[in-house]
């Protein structure tokens, strides 16, 4: 009997190489020892053939999806592939079926998910007794950060397995073996060839598209350099989600690399996040905060140049505006520190809540009435102006408390200046209250 017309077809028609080079055994799989070595969590399930449900947490093109098929088939379950994206309750009532039905004869099923993120709270929430009492073998992949996007109860029953970005020996690998594929190497140079490795950005499929364009290309007369590898293929956006947790890691990075006094770094990050196409108002919005939070008052320009930086971007636009922002950067790195108005606000707040309801000491309220002046309100005051030095000395604390220093500045920048002065205040406060004694 003649093989079906779209089996014909199907078996004539063009593989991608990425899809030809696809790893047919673990060991065959880059750049994830870590995982996948025989003495790693991964490999000693597989040696032991005890599979577990898992989250395989990574970037895009690590191979999430080609592990999933082959600890399917290293432990002879079948495999069950659904996306979060195209798939719906329906879709997995039908996995859950098909499972009992294997079940009941003596296989297991390993049901993989891609994107599971995607699916709702419900949906996950499906999953739990199937996976508790075996009838499916869980494996879910993901690029977001499993313990914000997935439930609690679903993470409790699953290992969490994080695979790392192809580093270059393991994209140097790939580009090998498409080379062997296609009998010939690569026409490019040897800085070319790392700039290749370097438009991958750690992702081994896109890498391999780009191979695969180069191939298709007539070879020319001599290998190309780096310039004229980017007259042939595109270097793609930096990978950044704006709303995921890239957003924050490059947020975080951008500060603590400020707080470290490490400018270089942070305008590093800073151009990440804008090459990523972050929202220059919220960057700006954030150095304003480090300005205020670690810069402080050990230099009080920082406040000034940041809200200028701002304003500088409004009126500017991109791709101008940004330049105040990376000059911003420079001057936040290079500051002084200082969190102790931070920190001392937080003091007083602690105080404020533990302190409940003391009122300040009658000699400091207002009497705009006779009864309140009859009960002791200004009393006493001392119009600090009119003292010597335009300091009296008096106590502004509840008299119920005990005074507090909550502010301690540190001997950095412009608060060593502010240190001097409230070592002088204190002295003459001693003063004037043994005085007043």
Same mark, same amino acid.
């Given at each position: 009997?003649?093989?079906?017309?779209?089996?014909?077809?199907?078996?004539?028609?063009?593989?991608?190489?990425?899809?030809?080079?696809?790893?047919?055994?673990?060991?065959?799989?880059?750049?994830?020892?870590?995982?996948?070595?025989?003495?790693?969590?991964?490999?000693?399930?597989?040696?032991?053939?005890?599979?577990?449900?898992?989250?395989?947490?990574?970037?895009?093109?690590?191979?999430?999806?080609?592990?999933?098929?082959?600890?399917?088939?290293?432990?002879?379950?079948?495999?069950?592939?659904?996306?979060?994206?195209?798939?719906?309750?329906?879709?997995?009532?039908?996995?859950?079926?098909?499972?009992?039905?294997?079940?009941?004869?003596?296989?297991?099923?390993?049901?993989?998910?891609?994107?599971?993120?995607?699916?709702?709270?419900?949906?996950?929430?499906?999953?739990?007794?199937?996976?508790?009492?075996?009838?499916?073998?869980?494996?879910?992949?993901?690029?977001?950060?499993?313990?914000?996007?997935?439930?609690?109860?679903?993470?409790?029953?699953?290992?969490?397995?994080?695979?790392?970005?192809?580093?270059?020996?393991?994209?140097?690998?790939?580009?090998?073996?498409?080379?062997?594929?296609?009998?010939?190497?690569?026409?490019?140079?040897?800085?070319?060839?790392?700039?290749?490795?370097?438009?991958?950005?750690?992702?081994?499929?896109?890498?391999?598209?780009?191979?695969?364009?180069?191939?298709?290309?007539?070879?020319?007369?001599?290998?190309?350099?780096?310039?004229?590898?980017?007259?042939?293929?595109?270097?793609?956006?930096?990978?950044?989600?704006?709303?995921?947790?890239?957003?924050?890691?490059?947020?975080?990075?951008?500060?603590?690399?400020?707080?470290?006094?490490?400018?270089?770094?942070?305008?590093?990050?800073?151009?990440?996040?804008?090459?990523?196409?972050?929202?220059?108002?919220?960057?700006?919005? #954030?150095?304003? $905060?480090? +300005?205020? @939070?670690?810069?402080? /008052?050990?230099? &009080?320009?920082?406040?000034?140049? !940041?809200? %200028?930086?701002?304003?500088?971007?409004?009126?500017?636009?991109?791709?101008?505006?940004?330049?105040?922002?990376?000059?911003?950067?420079?001057?936040?790195?290079?500051?002084?520190?200082?969190?102790?108005?931070?920190?001392?606000?937080? #003091?007083?707040? $602690?105080? +404020?809540? @533990?302190?409940?309801? /003391?009122?300040? &000491?009658?000699?400091?309220?207002? !009497?705009? %009435?006779?009864?309140?002046?009859?009960?002791?309100?200004?009393?006493?005051?001392?119009?600090?102006?009119?003292?010597?030095?335009?300091?009296?000395?008096?106590?502004?604390?509840?008299?119920?408390?005990?005074?507090?220093?909550?502010? #301690?500045?540190?001997?950095?920048?412009? @608060?060593?200046?502010?240190?001097?002065?409230?070592?002088?205040?204190?002295?003459?406060?001693?003063?004037?209250?043994?005085?007043?004694?």
């Amino acid at each position: 009997m003649a093989p079906p017309m779209n089996g014909l077809f199907e078996a004539s028609a063009p593989r991608p190489l990425a899809d030809r080079l696809r790893p047919q055994q673990l060991g065959e799989v880059v750049g994830q020892d870590h995982l996948l070595a025989p003495d790693a969590p991964i490999g000693r399930m597989v040696a032991h053939r005890r599979m577990a449900s898992m989250i395989l947490w990574g970037p895009p093109g690590c191979g999430k999806t080609t592990i999933a098929r082959l600890l399917a088939e290293a432990s002879d379950l079948a495999f069950e592939p659904l996306s979060a994206v195209f798939s719906g309750v329906a879709d997995l009532r039908k996995v859950f079926d098909r499972a009992k039905q294997r079940r009941s004869s003596g296989q297991g099923t390993l049901l993989f998910v891609d994107e599971v993120h995607r699916f709702n709270k419900a949906q996950q929430d499906g999953f739990l007794p199937y996976v508790e009492d075996g009838t499916v073998v869980l494996i879910g992949a993901t690029t977001e950060n499993p313990s914000f996007e997935l439930n609690a109860a679903l993470l409790s029953r699953c290992q969490v397995m994080v695979l790392r970005r192809l580093d270059e020996t393991a994209l140097q690998e790939l580009v090998a073996r498409a080379e062997r594929e296609v009998g010939r190497p690569l026409p490019l140079q040897p800085e070319a060839r790392e700039a290749l490795l370097a438009m991958a950005d750690g992702d081994g499929r896109y890498l391999l598209n780009l191979v695969e364009e180069l191939f298709a290309i007539p070879e020319p007369d001599e290998p190309l350099d780096s310039a004229g590898l980017t007259t042939v293929v595109h270097r793609r956006a930096p990978v950044y989600d704006k709303g995921g947790e890239e957003h924050y890691n490059l947020i975080s990075a951008l500060h603590k690399s400020l707080r470290g006094s490490d400018t270089d770094a942070a305008l590093y990050w800073l151009a990440r996040m804008l090459a990523g196409g972050e929202d220059p108002h919220y960057i700006a919005r #954030r150095l304003l $905060r480090f +300005a205020v @939070e670690d810069v402080g /008052l050990a230099e &009080p320009q920082a406040m000034v140049q !940041a809200l %200028t930086a701002w304003q500088t971007f409004e009126r500017l636009g991109s791709p101008e505006g940004e330049l105040a922002l990376a000059q911003l950067v420079v001057f936040l790195g290079t500051a002084p520190k200082s969190n102790a108005a931070y920190t001392a606000y937080k #003091r007083a707040s $602690r105080a +404020a809540r @533990e302190t409940g309801s /003391l009122t300040p &000491p009658k000699h400091i309220l207002n !009497a705009p %009435t006779r009864m309140m002046k009859d009960l002791g309100y200004g009393k006493g005051y001392a119009y600090d102006h009119d003292a010597p030095d335009a300091f009296s000395g008096q106590n502004y604390f509840p008299e119920e408390m005990e005074r507090q220093k909550f502010y #301690r500045p540190v001997e950095r920048g412009f @608060e060593r200046e502010i240190s001097k002065r409230l070592e002088y205040w204190d002295k003459l406060r001693k003063q004037r209250q043994g005085q007043a004694s």
